[in-house]
C-alpha cells in the first residue's frame, strides 16, 4: 500500500513536473521566437548600416576625382599615381576607372587590357545611372582589369550644364565588406546571407555554408520567418540594401535541442524516459532552473547590445527610419527622420504617425493599419512604396516608404526606412515636361514627319504628313509602306534609313489612301538604340509644291530678262554700227548732191546720180530705223489723236489686202490724245496690220482692229498696278496660223523673221517694240498655234487737247563770207563739207583734232564767226569742245553733228548754249540752211 501510495505519488509527481515542463517550454519557445525575430531585425538593420558606413567613407573620393581636367575633358590619362595616392589611404581599394556617355572607358588606375576597349553600357548599374540615380553599389564581381572578386560604388560625371554625360566608379576588395560583417557576427550561432532575393548570392556565414543550396533558395525565396537546420529552429529576417538590389537574411537561433523533443516520437519517448528518472535528479532540478535563468540574462544582454547597435546605425543612417506600434504611436524617431520631416524626437516619441501624414491620406492611413494587424501577412510588407509625407511646416513631398513588420511579447511592431525622393520626382517631371515639348514641336512642326518601326509600319505622324497623304492619322497609323507605296525610289529610301544609313527623296508622295501625287523633298534617318539597334525610322517631309511653283515663275522671269538683256545689248550695237553707217553715208549723200547741182539737165549721168541718191536715202531711212530700235533716235513728239492715224492707215492699206481677209474695226471717236511722234505711230500701225494680213493671205479670215481707253491698269499687266496713268489701247488681231512659243520668244528679235528669205528685214517688230517702249506704253502678244495672233499695244494718254501749228518756212539766203572753223576725224567728211561751204561763199578752216581747235580759237578769239564739230571725238567730245570754247568766247555759235543722242540731245544743246544740232548723214541743203540760220541769228543778236 505504502508503495501504491509512492508510486501514485511518484506517477503524480511525473505528469505535475510534464505538465509543468510542458508548460515552460511552451511558453520559453514563444519568447525566444519573438527574442530572435526582434535580434535578427537589428542584426539586420545594423548589417546594412555598417555596410553603408563602409561605402559611405568613399564618397568623398569622388569630389577629387571629379575635379581633374582631364577627367571633366574625358581625357585618357596614365591614372596609376592617382591610384597609389588612393592606396595610401584605402589600400582595399584595387581601382578607379571613368567611363564615357557611350559605354567606353577613358581612364582607369590599371592598364586597361590591349585590343578594343570593354563596352559596359549594357551593365545595369550604368543604365541606372544615366536614368537619374545618384549612386549605385555594384554587385560583387570578377574584376574586368584586376581579376579579383570586388564590388564598388558608381556616381555619375556631370558636364558644366548638370547632365549627366559618364560616371566614375571605385572597385574594393569584396573581402574588405566580408571583414565587415563578420565582426558583426562574432556571435557563431547567428548567421548571414547576403543574396539578390531569388538565393544565395554574394556572402554566406561559415555556419551555413555546409546547407544544401536548394534548402537555402526554397527557404529564401518562399519568405519563411522560421526554418529548421540540423535540428534547432531559426529565425530569419531580411531587409533590402538601397541603391545596390542587395538584400541580408539573418538566421537567428529560437530554440535549443530540449526544446526540440517534442518535435518528433524518438524525442518523446525519451521524455517519458527521462521523466523516470527525474526523481533521481529533483536535487539538482533547482541548479537546471538557475542556469536557464542565467542563460536568460545571457540572451537579453546580448538583445541590449544588438538593440544599442541598432540604435548607433539608425542615428547614422541617411534615411528615416521610424518605429511605431500596433496603435501607431512613434517610439522610436532617428536623427534622419528629424531632418526630412521638421520634428525633434521629444516632438514625436509617443504620438501618432498620423501626424506625418497628410490630411487626405489620413483615413486611408487608418485603415492600412488595421488590415496590416489582422492580416497574416499584409501585402505592403516586404515592398517599396511611394507616398506623401509631410513636413512641420505643412509641406508635402514625395517619399519612397520599405515597411517592416515584427513581433514582441505577442504585440505587433513596424519599422518604416522612408527616403526623400523630391530631387527624382523633380527629374522625373522634367522628363514628362521635355517628353510634352517634343509631342508639341513633333504635332505643331511646320513640315510633315512620319516614324516607321523596323518592317516599315508607320507608328506616328503629324498632321502636315496627313495632309500631305490626304488622311487622317488613325487611317495611317499602322500602314505598311513596304507594301502600299507604289514608288521604287521612295521605297528604296525609306529602306535605306531601316538599315540604319540617312537618306534623301525628293519627288511625288503618290497618297496611299487617295491616291492624289503631292511633290515632296523628304530625309529618312534610323532610330538606333542604346546597343546600335535600328529599332526604326524618321522621315521628315516637306510640301514643295509652291516651290516648285516659285522656282517655275523665277525660270520665267529670268527668261524675260535674258530677252530683254538681249534686245539692250544688240541696241546698243545697232546704235554703234548705225553712227558708222552715217559717216559712210554722209559723203555719199553729200558728193551725190554736189553732182546734181553740177551736171546738166541733159547729162546722161543724172538718172544714175540719181539713183545712188534714192538708194542712199532709203539706207538714211535704215539707220533711223535702226536708231529708232535703239532708241537714240529724236523725233518731233506733239499731242495727236491716234484715231485719225488709225483710219488713214486702214483707208491707205485696204486696196492692197485680198478679198478673202475681212475686216472689221472698233475705233472710238471719243479716244483720248497721245505725246508722240505721228510718223512713228503711222509706222506702228502699218506693220502691225500688214503683219496681220500677210498671216491670213493664203487662207484667208478676219482681221480685226480695235482702238479704245483703258482706264483700269489691272487690264493690262501686274507691273502696272500701281500707275495712275490712262492708257490708249491699240488692238491687231488676226484668225492666222498662229506661233509657238519659241517664235514668241524671240518675235521682237532684231533681223528676225518668219518670212522667206528677201520678204523681210527682221526689223519691222524690233522698231515697233523700240518706238513704243520710248513712250512709256507696252506692247503684248497673245498667239495660240492655228488660232491666230493678237498684238496689243498701250500707249500712255495725255489729257491737253492737240495744238496744230501752221508751219511757215521763210526763205533762207545760203550764200554767206564768213570765217567758219570744221572739226571732225574723219577727212572724207571734212572734205566734203568744206566743199560744200566754199561752194556757197563761206571761208572755212579744217581740223581733225580736237585740242588743235580749241587752241586755234583761244590764239585768235576774233577769227571764226561759227564752229561745226562732229560730237564723238577721241581726245574730246563735241559738247565738251563748244563749252571750252564758250567758256573764253560767250555765246560763240557752234553746231554739234552727231550720229546718234547718247550724249546729246537738243534740250542739253541748248541748256550748254550750242545753237544748232544736226543728225547724221546730214542732207546739204539742210546743212547750209543750218549754218545760216546760226550765223543770221548770232548778227541778230
Known sequence: MKFHRTAIALVSLIIIQLIFFLAVIVGERQRRLEVALLTASNMATVTASATEDFFGRYLSIFNALKSIDHITRQEKIPSNKILQRLNNKYPEIVNFAAVKQDGYFFASGKPMPEGD???????????????????????????????????????????????????????????????????????????????????????????????????????????????????????????????????????????????????????????????????????????????????????????????????????????????????????????????????????????????????????????????????????????????????????????????????????????????????????????????????????????????????????????????????????????????SLKNEMMINSISKALSGHKSYYEGEYLSVIKGAPTPVRAIYAPIISEDREVTGAMGILENITEQLSAEQEKTELESQLRQLQKVEAIGALAGGIAHDFNNILFPILGYAEILVDDLPEDSPYLESINEILIGAKRAKGLVEQILTFSRQADHNVSPLKPGLIIKEVIKLIRSTIPATIKIEQYIDPHCLMILADATQIHQVAMNLITNAYQAMQNSGGTLTIKLQNIADMDQIDEKSKDS???????????????????????????????????????????????????????????????????????????????????????????????????????????????????????????????????????????????????????????????????????????????????????????????KGLLYKPIIKSEFIKMVRSVLDKEKLC
Open 117 to 483: 576597349l570593354p563596352n559596359i553600357k549594357h551593365l545595369g548599374f550604368f543604365q541606372q545611372i544615366f536614368s537619374g540615380q545618384k549612386r549605385v553599389i555594384m554587385q560583387p564581381h570578377p574584376g574586368p582589369i584586376s581579376k579579383q572578386i570586388v564590388t564598388g560604388i558608381v556616381v555619375p560625371l556631370e558636364d558644366g550644364k548638370g547632365k549627366i554625360n559618364g560616371l566614375i566608379g571605385v572597385s574594393i576588395k569584396f573581402s574588405a565588406l566580408i571583414n565587415r560583417w563578420e565582426n558583426i557576427f562574432r556571435d557563431s550561432n547567428i548567421m548571414l546571407i547576403v543574396h539578390d532575393g531569388k538565393g544565395v548570392g554574394h556572402f554566406v556565414s561559415p555556419g551555413l555554408k555546409t546547407v544544401e543550396n536548394d534548402f537555402l533558395n526554397t527557404a529564401l525565396s518562399n519568405n519563411f520567418q522560421t526554418i529548421q537546420l540540423d535540428k534547432t529552429i531559426y529565425v530569419l529576417f531580411t531587409t533590402i540594401y538601397p541603391d545596390s538590389g542587395w538584400k541580408f537574411t539573418v538566421f537567428v537561433p529560437a530554440h535549443s535541442n530540449l526544446i526540440n523533443l517534442l518535435t518528433s516520437r524518438k524525442d518523446l519517448i525519451f521524455l517519458f524516459l527521462l521523466m523516470i528518472i527525474t526523481i533521481n535528479i529533483l536535487g539538482i532540478w533547482f541548479y537546471q532552473q538557475r542556469q536557464w535563468a542565467l542563460t536568460l540574462t545571457r540572451e537579453q544582454k546580448k538583445l541590449q547590445q544588438s538593440e544599442e547597435r541598432f540604435r548607433s546605425v539608425a542615428e547614422t543612417a541617411v534615411d528615416a527610419i521610424i518605429s511605431i506600434d500596433s496603435h501607431g504611436k512613434i517610439f522610436f524617431w532617428n536623427k534622419a527622420a528629424q531632418f526630412h520631416f521638421g520634428y525633434s524626437k521629444d516632438e514625436l516619441l509617443g504620438k501618432s504617425v498620423s501626424l506625418i501624414v497628410p490630411d487626405k491620406f489620413k483615413k486611408a492611413h487608418q485603415d492600412g493599419l488595421k488590415r496590416m494587424l489582422t492580416a497574416k501577412t499584409p501585402k505592403i510588407i516586404g515592398k517599396t512604396v511611394e507616398v506623401l509625407g509631410l513636413k512641420k511646416d505643412n509641406t508635402q513631398f514625395p517619399i519612397e516608404l520599405s515597411l517592416a513588420m515584427w513581433k514582441a511579447n505577442g504585440v505587433l511592431f513596424f519599422t518604416a526606412i522612408i527616403r526623400d525622393i523630391s530631387n527624382r520626382k523633380r527629374i522625373e517631371n522634367a522628363l514628362k515636361e521635355n517628353e510634352q515639348k517634343y509631342r508639341s514641336i513633333f504635332e505643331n512642326s511646320p513640315v510633315a514627319i512620319v516614324h516607321f518601326d523596323k518592317f516599315g509600319v508607320i507608328t506616328a505622324c503629324n498632321q502636315n504628313f496627313c495632309e500631305i497623304l490626304g488622311s487622317s492619322q488613325n487611317k495611317i497609323i499602322g500602314l505598311n509602306t513596304m507594301k
Open 724 to 914: 495712275e496713268k490712262a492708257f490708249v489701247w491699240l488692238s491687231v488681231s488676226d484668225t492666222g496660223d498662229g506661233m509657238n512659243s519659241i517664235t514668241l520668244e524671240k518675235i521682237f528679235d532684231p533681223y528676225f523673221t518668219t518670212k522667206p528669205k528677201g520678204e523681210g528685214t527682221g526689223l519691222g517688230l524690233s522698231v515697233i517694240h523700240g518706238i513704243i517702249k520710248n513712250y512709256g506704253g507696252q506692247i503684248i502678244v497673245k498667239s495660240t498655234p492655228g488660232e491666230g495672233s493678237t498684238f496689243d499695244v498701250y500707249i500712255p494718254a495725255i489729257q491737253q487737247k492737240t495744238i496744230f501749228e501752221s508751219k511757215i518756212e521763210n526763205f533762207i539766203n545760203t550764200k554767206g563770207n564768213e570765217n567758219i572753223l570744221l572739226v571732225d576725224d574723219e577727212h572724207q567728211i571734212l572734205r566734203l563739207e568744206k566743199m560744200i561751204l566754199e561752194r556757197s561763199g563761206y571761208k572755212v578752216e579744217i581740223q581733225d583734232k580736237s585740242m588743235r581747235a580749241f587752241e586755234l580759237v583761244k590764239a585768235d578769239p576774233d577769227k571764226f564767226d561759227l564752229m561745226v564739230t562732229d560730237m564723238t571725238m577721241p581726245d574730246m567730245t563735241g559738247d565738251v569742245l563748244a563749252q571750252k570754247v564758250m567758256d573764253i568766247i560767250p555765246n560763240f555759235p557752234v553746231i554739234v553733228c552727231t550720229g546718234f543722242s547718247d550724249r546729246i540731245s537738243p534740250e542739253k544743246a541748248v541748256s550748254i548754249g550750242i
